[in-house]
């Protein structure tokens, strides 16, 4: 099994054209653009790499790509991987790049890529919008598992009850990248900035095909179920939504679920619906 590693902002055509039985393939092509694989102004200004779809004997399997210091490092010093060692690279977006190292270099790691597969996204596209938690790592723990999980995007809430916490964007956005590699995913979970509550709900950017929103108030309430259909879910904060917070979300469309017969943290609650709209009971 091969180590995934990511890579940011990889450029790739959407234009496919097909081989000689249906299939297709990516090609790399030098050229003189900016270099997406750098964080370092000079070394981003050097020549770059586009990756275009072509056909399977126009593949070029002499194209490289340097990695970045930090991957560099991970892939010779802490897999102790070398010159022939094979490796995946995914730049989060369906895309995964099967290449092989030609120069170890624990700083400047290069590869060959050998080949790019499109992978299409697997099972149910599923939202949550959940509270911000008081303490961090709780919230850190729900990312994680929800990206595991296959989560598509999630939506960090300020509710009327929201103790919020820091909500450092790069911290999360690091736990998120590493649970895609961790799970060997190709699909990195998207991540919105926090947003009040009653803003979201009247918001119709979203507009899956089911939306739920789970609260403590005892209603009636339709158990939470897997469906191929997209799926958005409200989990609240530590002592639930307000009353009238509930009522808002009913009146724009969501329907009440419940997550069980015991009262669940607010990471517990995004984990469990998550489980259920990703995968069932």
Not at 124 to 138: C, E, F, G, Y
Not at 162 to 179: C, D, P, V
Request: hydrophobic letters at 40%.
């Amino acid at each position: 099994m091969l180590p995934y590693f990511y890579i940011q902002q990889l450029e790739i055509s959407s234009e496919v054209s097909k081989g000689q039985n249906g299939e297709g393939w990516f090609a790399g092509f030098p050229v003189d653009q900016p270099n997406v694989f750098f964080n370092d102004e000079k070394q981003k200004n050097a020549k770059g790499v586009r990756l275009t779809l072509g056909q399977e004997n126009d593949l070029n399997s002499g194209m490289t790509i340097s990695l970045d210091e930090t991957n560099s490092k991970h892939a010779i010093q802490v897999l102790r991987m070398k010159i022939g060692d094979r490796m995946h690279l995914t730049d989060g977006k369906g895309h995964l790049i099967t290449a092989t190292i030609v120069n170890d270099h624990r700083k400047h790691c290069q590869v060959s890529v050998d080949f790019i597969e499109p992978k299409a996204k697997q099972g149910a596209d599923v939202a949550i919008a959940i509270a911000l938690t008081k303490n961090t790592s709780r919230f850190e723990w729900f990312l994680e598992k929800a990206a595991e999980l296959g989560v598509s995007r999630v939506i960090p809430l300020i509710t009327k009850r929201t103790e919020t916490g820091k909500f450092k964007e790069e911290r999360l956005q690091n736990i998120l990248i590493s649970a895609m590699l961790q799970s060997q995913q190709t699909w990195l979970l998207q991540m919105s900035a926090p947003v009040d509550f009653n803003k979201f709900i009247a918001d119709a950017e979203l507009e899956p095909a089911k939306k739920y929103i789970a609260h403590c108030i005892e209603t009636d309430k339709q158990s939470l179920e897997y469906s191929l259909s997209s799926s958005l879910i409200l989990v609240g904060p530590e002592g639930d939504f307000t009353p009238e917070e509930i009522e808002a979300a009913l009146n724009n469309g969501y329907q009440p679920v419940t997550l069980g017969e015991t009262r669940l943290r607010t990471e517990t609650a995004g984990m469990v619906a998550a489980t259920l709209l990703r995968i069932g009971n």
